[in-house]
């Protein structure tokens, strides 16, 4: 099997992404490259999070053409090969469904940093593309250009997609935006949120970047 340590991580990384509600029943994918072959390892279409297991995660090279799998690989394929190719910098594409996250991006609002943990690795306001039908490569290409050097990119009236330099920073970016979301709601609801200094959100984003490898987002 080709690289069966990647797809054992891939798969359990997409049932940490169900099992913490950050998607629902099949919705979301998750891919990760390998840095020395450059095969990318991806969740398959309609993947069952609860069930999933190496043989079910999919190789493709990095164009997206299939190298091995028994199934499908996820209808977002274009556009995570293209992130992957365009960002040198990062190993990992997670897209989830967070519901406020996902909330932002209906109102296309975005939210400003309010949290420590998410101006180290979000940097400031996460970007939100217009709504397009996903799947094609005209959405994938307007969502690696939506996203550019961040972190997160917030997808309008469908949910939202982080990228990190491996499996468990990207889990944690993706937990990191959607908590970012919540709290900022709900402490709206209860007053007048005191946002982090932007000298501040800046100083943290430079500590990751520097720590972790990834690129800086452009301010
Ligand atoms: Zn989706």
Redesign the pocket.
């Given at each position: 099997m080709l690289l069966p340590v990647l797809r054992e991580e891939v798969a359990r990384y997409a049932k940490k992404m169900y099992a913490n509600q950050l998607v629902q029943a099949t919705?979301?994918n998750l891919s990760a490259r390998d840095p020395e072959s450059g095969f990318v390892c991806i969740t398959p279409s309609g993947a069952d999070y609860e069930l999933i297991t190496a043989e079910d995660i999919v190789v493709v090279d990095e164009h997206g053409n299939v190298l091995e799998g028994k199934w499908k690989p996820s209808v977002e394929t274009p556009l995570h090969t293209l992130v992957l190719r365009r960002r040198q910098d990062i190993h990992c594409v997670m897209?989830t469904?967070s519901p406020y996250a996902t909330a932002f991006g209906v109102v296309y609002q975005s939210f400003p940093m309010v949290l420590a943990e998410s101006a180290l690795c979000l940097g400031g306001d996460v970007p939100i593309a217009p709504y397009r039908m996903?799947g094609t490569p005209e959405f994938a290409a307007l969502i690696a250009d939506t996203l550019g050097n961040n972190s997160a990119v917030i997808?309008g009236n469908?949910?939202a997609m982080v990228v990190g330099v491996n499996l468990p920073l990207t889990f944690s970016t993706a937990h990191a935006l959607e908590d970012s979301a919540k709290v900022y709601a709900i402490a709206k609801q209860l007053g007048t949120p005191v946002l982090l200094p932007q000298g501040e959100v800046a100083k943290l984003h430079t500590f990751w970047v520097n720590n972790y490898g990834q690129k800086a987002r452009e301010q």
């Open positions: 919705q979301g897209h469904h996903s997808w469908h949910g």
